[in-house]
Antibody, heavy 124, light 108 residues
C-alpha cells in the first residue's frame, strides 16, 4: 500500500531554514509527481509546489518562488522540501501528497495519498 | 487568482440527515479540476471527490459531487457518525490552485 512517511516536528528561529523529508513506499517512486502543501494553525490548505521524482523538475507556487527548494533522492525514494527565510507566518503543518494516478499535469493535482504532516514552528 | 468560497461555514445536523455543502468559484472553472476533501482534527485531508463528481478509491457512495461553471456541491446522503468533520473544496490544475476556507459539519 502507498505510504508517505514524513520527518518529525521542527522548531526554528526567524530567518532560519527548515528541511522536511517525505519517504515514499508501496509504489514506483519515479512514476508519480509529489506535491507539498501546508496548513497554518486553524486555517485552510495552501499548495506550495510539485516535484517530478524521475527528473527532479520542479514547479513552485509564485508565492514561494525564491524561498522554497524541492529535491529528491531516488536511491531512498525520498523527496525533500526546504523553506528558507522563515518567519512566524510560516508556522504550519507541512504535508507531502501524491495524486491518485492519471494526472500527468505538472501542477496542483488532487491529493489521494498524504504524509502524516510535519509541524514547523517558527518562534524567537 | 480564482477564489473559492464555501458555505455555510458550519452545518449542524443529526446522524442520518442529508448534508449539502456549497463551493462557489469567483470565475467559471472546468469541472474537471474540482476536488473535495474531508479532514478530521490532527489528520491529513482525505480525498473524497475529484473531477467534480468522481469518487476516490474506497469512498462510500453516500458521498457525491456535482456542479459546473462556478457552483459546485458536495452531498452526503445520510450522515454517519464518522462524517462529522471539516470539508474543503480544491481547484487544481493551474498553479497555484485554490482551496476553500472549509465547512465544518458538526453534530446537532
Amino acid at each position: 500500500q502507498v505510504q508517505l512517511l514524513q520527518s518529525g516536528s521542527e522548531v526554528k528561529k526567524p530567518g532560519a531554514s527548515v528541511k522536511v523529508s517525505c519517504k515514499a513506499s508501496g509504489y514506483t517512486f519515479t512514476s508519480y509527481h509529489m506535491q507539498w502543501l501546508r496548513q497554518a494553525p486553524g486555517q485552510g490548505l495552501e499548495w506550495m509546489g510539485i516535484i517530478s521524482p524521475s527528473g527532479g523538475n520542479t514547479n513552485y507556487a509564485q508565492k514561494f518562488q525564491g524561498r522554497v527548494t524541492m529535491t529528491r533522492d531516488t536511491s531512498t525514494s525520498t523527496v525533500y522540501m526546504e523553506l528558507s527565510s522563515l518567519s512566524s507566518e510560516d508556522t504550519a503543518v507541512y504535508f507531502c501528497a501524491r495524486d491518485p494516478g492519471g494526472f500527468p499535469h505538472f501542477g496542483p493535482s488532487p491529493g489521494a495519498y498524504w504524509g502524516q504532516g510535519t509541524l514547523v514552528t517558527v518562534s524567537s | 487568482e480564482i477564489v473559492l468560497t464555501q458555505s455555510p461555514g458550519t452545518l449542524s445536523l443529526s446522524p442520518g440527515e442529508r448534508a449539502t455543502l456549497s463551493c462557489r468559484a469567483s470565475q467559471s472553472v472546468s469541472s474537471s479540476w474540482l476536488a473535495w476533501y474531508q479532514q478530521k482534527p490532527g489528520q491529513a485531508p482525505r480525498l473524497l471527490i475529484y473531477g467534480a463528481s468522481s469518487r476516490a478509491t474506497d469512498i462510500p457512495d453516500r458521498f457525491s459531487g456535482s456542479g459546473s461553471g462556478t457552483d459546485f456541491t458536495l452531498t452526503i446522503s445520510r450522515l454517519q457518525p464518522e462524517d462529522f468533520a471539516v470539508y474543503y473544496c480544491q481547484l487544481y490544475h493551474n498553479s497555484p490552485g485554490a482551496f476553500g476556507q472549509g465547512t465544518k459539519v458538526e453534530i446537532k
